[in-house]
Structure formats: C-alpha cells, structure tokens
C-alpha cells in the first residue's frame, strides 16, 4: 500500500471517532458532516484499491 492508502484510512477512522465524540455533545449537523468526510475516504481508498486490483488482473491475463 502507498503513504497516500494509509492516510486515507487513518483519515476517514479518524472522522468517525471525531463524529461520535462530536454526536455526543450534541451538534448533530457536524457529526453528519465527519460521517461524510469519512465516506469521501473510504470511496476514495476503495476506488484506489480496486484500481490496483484490477490493473494486476488484467496483467495477468
């Protein structure tokens, strides 16, 4: 995996723990957003991943 794969992951974890501390105190509207911010880093961490995954198939063939 890239440095980039890593902070994508560390990232969208991260906005899912500043969500729920931030849901607790009771700012909805910002724990909406972090969970948003969260997704965009797993798509974008998905999208990249599978990238990859299916450049080395078509190698392989």
Known sequence: ???LDYLLLLGA???LV???FVNSAG???LASLMS???TI???IFGGRLGGRIHKKN???K
């Open 1 to 3: 995996m890239k440095a």
């Open 18 to 20: 500043a969500g729920y």
């Open 36 to 38: 948003l911010c969260a």
């Open 41 to 43: 880093c797993g798509c």
């Open 27 to 29: 700012n909805i509207e």
């Open 58 to 60: 078509q190698e392989n």
């Open 13 to 15: 974890v991260a906005f």
